[in-house]
């Protein structure tokens, strides 16, 4: 039966729910298990979801047309390039984005010649991947905080010590480094980066 010269319902629909099913499975176990767990950040949540969602069925829609391989890297290197005009992404949040987005494809784009288990297995390997080298292999995640600082006495080199044991009693974090960015003579402030292992 058609509608307007295009078929109402085909055997793709349930094909369609299936993959989609399988996408969120796996979506969900990479984006809210492994990266929202450790990284409580959810600005990046909706992004993650919308994005792969998008792509999942942008794929699978343009499957039933024959694409060449030219057309086909053309398509994914947009995805590629796609750059918020806004804040700048952190590297690790660009790879999680690649990430979703390689996920989506291959769910949506894999045909007769790839049985489930071979798509299942594919998932499985990449949130392995991503599990022991976020859990297991990155024991500890150096992240930076940038603080005004108003003690101008501690700023010279030969007082770095001093500066890095103040900060350190300050904030009640165990620094690794310390780097010293703008300096405003002015109002005798100086923006400084502290380096700690995430967790400490």
Same mark, same amino acid.
């Given at each position: 039966?058609e /509608?307007?010269?295009?078929?109402? %319902?085909d055997?793709?629909f349930?094909?369609?729910l299936f993959?989609?099913?399988?996408?969120?499975?796996? #979506?969900?176990?990479?984006i809210?298990f492994?990266y929202?767990?450790k990284?409580?950040?959810?600005?990046?949540? %909706?992004?993650?979801?919308m994005?792969?969602?998008i792509?999942? %069925?942008?794929? /699978?829609? #343009?499957?039933?047309?024959?694409?060449d391989?030219?057309?086909a890297?053309? #398509?994914?290197a947009?995805?590629g390039?796609?750059?918020?005009r806004?804040d700048?992404?952190?590297i690790?949040?660009?790879?999680?984005?690649?990430v979703?987005?390689?996920?989506?494809v291959?769910n949506?784009?894999?045909?007769?010649?790839m049985?489930?288990? +071979?798509? *299942?297995t594919?998932?499985?390997i *990449?949130?392995i991947?991503?599990t022991?080298i976020?859990?297991?292999?990155?024991?500890?995640?150096e992240v930076?905080?940038?603080?005004?600082y +108003?003690?101008?006495?501690?700023i010279?080199?030969e007082?770095?010590?001093?500066?890095?044991?103040?900060?350190?009693?300050?904030?009640?974090?165990?620094?690794?480094?310390?780097?010293?960015g703008d300096?405003? %003579?002015l109002?005798?402030?100086a923006?400084i980066?502290?380096?700690?292992?995430n967790?400490?």
């Open positions: 039966m /509608f307007l010269d295009i078929p109402i %319902f055997d793709d349930f094909k369609m993959r989609f099913g399988i996408n969120i499975i796996f #979506l969900t176990q990479i809210w492994l929202y767990k990284s409580k950040r959810k600005d990046y949540l %909706f992004t993650y979801y994005i792969s969602i792509v999942f %069925f942008l794929c /699978f829609t #343009l499957k039933k047309y024959e694409l391989i030219g057309m890297l053309g #398509l994914f947009i995805f390039i796609i750059r918020y806004t700048p992404i952190a690790k949040e660009m790879t999680y984005l690649f979703v987005i390689g996920v989506s291959i949506a784009l894999a045909n007769s010649k049985s489930y288990a +071979e798509i *299942i594919g998932n499985l *990449i949130v991947s991503i022991l976020e859990r297991y292999w990155l024991l500890q995640h930076s905080k940038q603080i005004v +108003e003690n101008m006495e501690n010279g080199p007082r770095y010590a001093a500066l890095k044991l103040d900060l350190e009693r300050r904030t009640g974090l165990s620094i690794n480094r310390v780097t010293i300096i405003d %003579f109002k005798d402030t923006v980066t502290i380096y700690y292992y967790g400490t």
